[in-house]
């Protein structure tokens, strides 16, 4: 034959598969045991919610795991904790927290920065100006602590919540019948 074989199969049929990469780390959360040494406790035997709250460290554990990605887990936990001091930060004053702690420009500017960013704990603004002797137009940033972050897990845990609490009563009232 002249170089083409006759390939008797029809096109499109093999079999589907759903790939098995797993989730993207971008897109991830760390969520250790409920009951791991990693947490403090957040609620007693009887599944109560306690009280105490976690601070920044420990709530920065969720997003750059400590365990598995501690130089992130650094360099977030610090940056977030300029940003609890401050309340906003502006280009000079992120560029001076990059410098003064020897943090790598491309690890702050691409990886942590973005995902704080991305999972609602801070927020990024900038304004655009234009420099009248040159016409030249400049953005400078300005980031802040940002809500989001908290109002997505607690619809999720309220959620999961009224969930819990809906199929308990219903189980109740069946008892009683």
């Known amino acids: 034959m002249n170089g083409i074989e006759n390939d008797t199969q029809p096109l499109n049929t093999a079999k589907k598969s759903i790939a098995s990469r797993g989730v993207p780390s971008d897109e991830s959360v760390y969520l250790p045991r409920h009951d791991s040494e990693e947490l403090r406790s957040f609620q007693d035997k009887n599944e109560n919610i306690t009280r105490n709250t976690w601070n920044v460290d420990e709530v920065a554990n969720f997003i750059f795991s400590k365990k598995y990605q501690p130089k992130y887990y650094e360099i977030a936990t610090g940056f977030l904790k300029l940003l609890c001091e401050k309340s906003q930060v502006g280009g000079e004053e992120i560029a001076a927290y990059v410098n003064t702690n020897g943090i790598s420009k491309a690890t702050f500017y691409n990886r942590v920065l973005p995902r704080l960013k991305r999972v609602g704990m801070?927020?990024?603004?900038?304004?655009?100006?234009?420099?009248?002797?040159?016409?030249?137009?400049?953005?400078?940033?300005?980031?802040?602590?940002?809500?989001?972050?908290?109002?997505?897990?607690?619809?999720?845990?309220?959620?999961?919540?009224?969930?819990?609490?809906?199929?308990?009563?219903?189980?109740?009232?069946?008892?009683?019948?």
Do not use: C, H
Not at 127 to 153: C, H, Q, W
């Open 122 to 177: 801070i927020k990024v603004e900038r304004d655009t100006l234009v420099a009248i002797e040159s016409k030249r137009k400049f953005r400078p940033m300005r980031i802040s602590l940002s809500k989001t972050f908290g109002n997505y897990f607690m619809k999720i845990g309220d959620s999961w919540l009224a969930i819990v609490d809906d199929v308990r009563s219903r189980n109740e009232k069946q008892m009683k019948l």
